[in-house]
């Protein structure tokens, strides 16, 4: 990787990266160029390869580049700057991440006593990452030491160093490897500063769960690494690596975890805490009318004050527990309630899934049908039957993408309704179309149902 039988050059003088500078711009025309060429057939893994090859010589500048840093701060160049530190210094001048410039102040501060490292990166037996890695958790070694047991640094970074050094050279071996080696051996160096660290994390621990204007949610957590591996296990029994054609993001995939973990918790809510007297879960009332989409129907509204879109309260109708309520037309007070029931019973969910193994989205989809929700592929308030012929297992992702696009079709069917009523119908009194003039109340959608009057009674 390096030509060892070269003399040092001179001491660089200011300005002397600017041929490097130029050099690398000419390399980035190159590479932007290269990009804009159209792949050739079979051609996919070679330029694969020439890649990893740049990015491997990219390396090569980055280790250069913390050389010179090293020089730079050896040369007493944080000496009126303002920062304190080389990882300041680099985040702020550079105008880098914080986690980014950590890598190369790491490797520009390489401890002396691991040459051994140094030696093996210049030979290209290790990548730079691995080079970092080692040096990270060398010197957290040797700083959380126990100074009884190891007064001198230098015994002990190159015992890490063995360590470390020696799994990197094997085959294979990836830096989250080390890093899991690394994190071992502190503790086991000192595993009171361990269980110190450990404690302080747990204390830290925190959530916040926020809802904004219109109901929508932030949620943010942080805690210890023992939590993480709760809250990770959990939340890899509701999803597995993508399949081909999942177009969802890393966050969104994430995110469907967490909502189909909540639901798979609500879903055994007989087996949690009670809440005001009753089994955990979302009420939401819903008019019929909203259901069928009817324009003027008031929304559906959650017990948490959420209003509900049509395709959102359509796709939690599917598979739920139905409660009938009659309600005064005028006040809206109840006037009668009626017993609970669940849409699809447990009998007919077993003999459902007893003949299909998983989502049944029309494209495709590897959720086992056990996690899913019962849909009807006929919806029930339109007059579809419970039963068996007209249920299947969809996910929750899938049931609520299904009522996504069924509520688009919906709403441009409405909207083609009223533009083709506007074109018999030319604006008159009343109509909106001349000065005073207003639609009537309950013809749009989202507007309140019109007040019955003489001749319409209630009803």
């Not at 919806?379 to 996910?395: H, I, S």
Request: glycine residues 10%; hydrophobic residues 35%.
């Amino acid at each position: 990787m390096f030509d060892h039988g070269s003399t040092p050059p001179p001491p660089a003088p200011a300005g002397g990266l600017a041929r490097a500078r130029r050099s690398l711009g000419e390399a980035a025309a190159h590479a932007a160029h290269a990009a804009g060429v159209d792949v050739a057939p079979g051609a996919a893994a070679d330029i694969g390869a020439e890649i990893a090859q740049t990015i491997t010589a990219l390396e090569q500048v980055k280790y250069a580049l913390c050389q010179n840093l090293a020089s730079f701060e050896k040369a007493g160049g944080l000496a009126g700057s303002g920062y304190g530190r080389l990882l300041d210094w680099i985040t702020h001048t550079a105008t880098m991440g914080r986690a980014e410039a950590a890598t190369y102040a790491r490797t520009a501060q390489l401890p002396e006593a691991l040459d051994e490292t140094t030696a093996a990166y210049q030979a290209g037996e290790i990548s730079l990452g691995q080079v970092e890695h080692i040096s990270f958790y060398t010197t957290k070694a040797v700083q959380e030491r126990n100074r009884t047991e190891w007064p001198q640094e230098a015994p002990l970074a190159r015992k890490a160093e063995e360590v470390l050094l020696g799994l990197a050279l094997a085959e294979s071996t990836t830096c989250a490897d080390i890093a899991t080696a690394g994190k071992r051996l502190r503790a086991r160096l000192n595993p009171k500063t361990h269980e110190r660290d450990y404690a302080q994390r747990y204390d830290m621990r925190g959530a916040t769960f926020v809802r904004g204007p219109d109901s929508e949610f932030h949620l943010e957590a942080w805690g210890d690494e023992v939590s993480a591996d709760q809250l990770q296990a959990a939340l890899e029994a509701f999803g597995g690596p993508p399949q081909p054609g999942d177009t969802r993001r890393p966050r969104q995939r994430l995110f469907d975890q967490l909502l189909d973990m909540a639901e798979h918790t609500l879903r055994t809510s007989g087996q949690l805490p009670s809440s005001g007297g009753q089994p955990a879960q979302v009420r939401i009332t819903v008019p019929l009318e909203a259901l069928r989409g009817i324009p003027g129907a008031f929304p559906a509204t959650s017990d948490y004050g959420t209003v509900y879109p049509l395709s959102a309260v359509r796709a939690a109708a599917k598979d739920c527990v139905l409660r009938r309520i009659v309600t005064d037309p005028l006040t809206g007070a109840p006037l009668d309630v009626g017993r609970a029931k669940r849409i699809f019973p447990v009998q007919a969910r077993i003999a459902l899934l007893s003949q299909v193994t998983s989502c049944q989205w029309e494209h495709g989809c590897d959720r086992p049908a056990r996690w899913c929700q019962i849909d009807h592929k006929q919806p029930w308030w339109e007059g579809g039957t419970t039963d068996l012929a007209n249920a299947q297992p969809l996910c929750r992702v899938h049931n609520l993408e299904k009522e996504h696009r069924r509520a688009r079709k919906h709403h441009r069917r409405q909207q083609q309704t009223r533009q083709a009523g506007n074109l018999h119908h030319p604006p008159g009194p009343g109509s909106g179309g001349e000065p005073g003039g207003g639609k009537p109340p309950g013809t749009g959608i989202g507007d309140p149902p019109a007040p019955p009057g003489p001749d319409h009674p209630p009803g």
